[in-house]
């Protein structure tokens, strides 16, 4: 595979050196500065391919190998009218980008938030910090602070209980930090939605379900895909970050069958998949290894990690890359598999963009201000262990 980690721009506390340093060879970024429906403009983009390539510094190494993201406007997943002109700007950015040898772009259709977490400190026995999923705080938030209508039937009895009971115990600093995580939820920027206008920007949802949700992801890739396959590009969906239905919203991109589904709706090979292990492994049900046999040629970027399913409960935390619910060992033995048959059949693109996702915090790091889930050292940790598996499953004669 091709070993890159994410950048953010010339904000990111982790610099191009740090990730040059950690042994990749790759960038994932994106231009967070252009507001969401906007077009990608050449000079933008040629920007910030200079910043990391530029041949004459120290960063030369370095390509910008995958755009993520480029953003999917709230109109075309309403569906509202409004979306061929969001679309038509898409288009546009695609061409630009592979005017400019950009040729993976990951996206996501999540409505309103991108992700969600309870907690971006979690802290591990061994002391290092992480993010976790905590089903009774999330209750809290939407059932207490948020107080969205109708929240009750989204929640078990002992679940409104239990968050009730916990609510009243917390300090207003408490309730203030667990609003500011639940709100986050935007890769690349530091600012949390404000909560005085996130209401209405759920109402806007009021009327579409899973099946129109659905309605509008197909639409939507049936307009971009065609383009991308004619400008060489690989568009490729993140699932849904934790893959299951919050606040009244639904998700449509968390299981095997709602992929096959996205990839029927477009069949061709530009619309594809970032195979998110830890996203896609919150689910017991999702069989990660047989994912990538059934889906591997639509399978563009790969983001390797795991999150620990806390029994008993909704749960969640992100644990060591190699020691959570994922079997790492089988899903990089199936990635490498497929990188030979890409080889085999005479692929251009046969080796896998990847990257570590979602590093703990932890030695220095910890008192230095990052990304949630995007400090270097943890991340360093990570893909030395990934190379390291890499490495020894590629030499295995057990690969085919």
């Known amino acids: 595979m091709i070993h890159t980690m994410r950048w953010f721009g010339p904000n990111d506390p982790v610099s191009l050196m740090d990730i040059r340093q950690a042994g990749c060879s790759g960038v994932v970024s994106a231009l967070h500065q252009i507001p969401v429906g906007d077009i990608w403009n050449s000079q933008a983009i040629e920007e910030r391919k200079r910043l990391i390539q530029e041949k004459n510094n120290q960063f030369s190494a370095l390509k910008w190998l995958v755009v993520e993201s480029l953003p999917v406007h709230?109109?075309?997943?309403?569906?509202?009218?409004?979306?061929?002109?969001?679309?038509?700007?898409?288009?546009?950015?695609?061409?630009?980008?592979?005017?400019?040898?950009?040729?993976?772009?990951?996206?996501?259709?999540?409505?309103?938030?991108?992700?969600?977490?309870?907690?971006?400190?979690?802290?591990?026995?061994?002391?290092?910090?992480?993010?976790?999923?905590?089903?009774?705080?999330?209750?809290?938030?939407?059932?207490?602070?948020?107080?969205?209508?109708?929240?009750?039937?989204?929640?078990?009895?002992?679940?409104?209980?239990?968050?009730?009971?916990?609510?009243?115990?917390?300090?207003?600093?408490?309730?203030?930090?667990?609003?500011?995580?639940?709100?986050?939820?935007?890769?690349?920027?530091?600012?949390?939605?404000?909560?005085?206008?996130?209401?209405?920007?759920?109402?806007?949802?009021?009327?579409?379900?899973?099946?129109?949700?659905?309605?509008?992801?197909?639409?939507?890739?049936?307009?971009?895909?065609?383009?991308?396959?004619?400008?060489?590009?690989?568009?490729?969906?993140?699932?849904?970050?934790?893959?299951?239905?919050?606040?009244?919203?639904?998700?449509?991109?968390?299981?095997?069958?709602?992929?096959?589904?996205?990839?029927?709706?477009?069949?061709?090979?530009?619309?594809?998949?970032?195979?998110?292990?830890?996203?896609?492994?919150?689910?017991?049900?999702?069989?990660?290894?047989?994912?990538?046999?059934?889906?591997?040629?639509?399978?563009?970027?790969?983001?390797?990690?795991?999150t620990k399913r806390e029994e008993g409960t909704r749960n969640f935390h992100e644990a060591p890359h190699l020691n959570g619910d994922v079997d790492m060992y089988e899903v990089v033995k199936a990635l490498l598999t497929e990188e030979n048959r890409r080889k085999s059949a005479g692929y251009a693109d046969s080796l896998l963009p990847m990257r570590p996702d979602h590093g703990f915090q932890m030695l220095d790091d910890l008192q230095k201000k990052t990304y949630p889930g995007y400090s270097a050292i943890g991340r360093l940790k990570a893909l030395a262990e990934l190379r390291g598996l890499e490495m020894a499953i590629a030499r295995s004669p057990s690969l085919v």
């Open 74 to 306: 709230e109109d075309i997943k309403k569906g509202l009218s409004s979306r061929e002109f969001y679309i038509d700007n898409y288009k546009k950015s695609l061409r630009n980008l592979a005017a400019s040898g950009i040729k993976t772009v990951c996206y996501n259709f999540m409505p309103v938030l991108d992700w969600s977490r309870t907690s971006l400190d979690y802290q591990l026995p061994e002391g290092s910090k992480t993010l976790r999923f905590v089903w009774i705080d999330f209750a809290i938030f939407d059932l207490f602070i948020l107080k969205r209508p109708n929240a009750e039937a989204d929640y078990e009895p002992e679940t409104r209980i239990a968050a009730e009971s916990k609510f009243r115990s917390m300090s207003d600093y408490q309730l203030s930090v667990l609003t500011n995580t639940v709100l986050l939820g935007l890769p690349g920027s530091e600012e949390a939605f404000d909560l005085n206008i996130f209401q209405s920007l759920l109402d806007e949802y009021a009327d579409i379900d899973d099946v129109q949700l659905r309605k509008n992801l197909y639409y939507f890739i049936s307009k971009v895909a065609p383009v991308a396959q004619e400008v060489g590009i690989n568009l490729c969906i993140h699932p849904d970050d934790p893959p299951r239905s919050l606040l009244g919203l639904p998700r449509v991109v968390s299981t095997e069958s709602d992929l096959d589904q996205l990839m029927k709706a477009c069949d061709v090979r530009a619309n594809g998949i970032t195979f998110c292990t830890g996203s896609l492994g919150v689910r017991e049900d999702n069989d990660l290894p047989g994912m990538i046999k059934r889906f591997g040629d639509r399978i563009h970027f790969v983001h390797l990690r795991t």
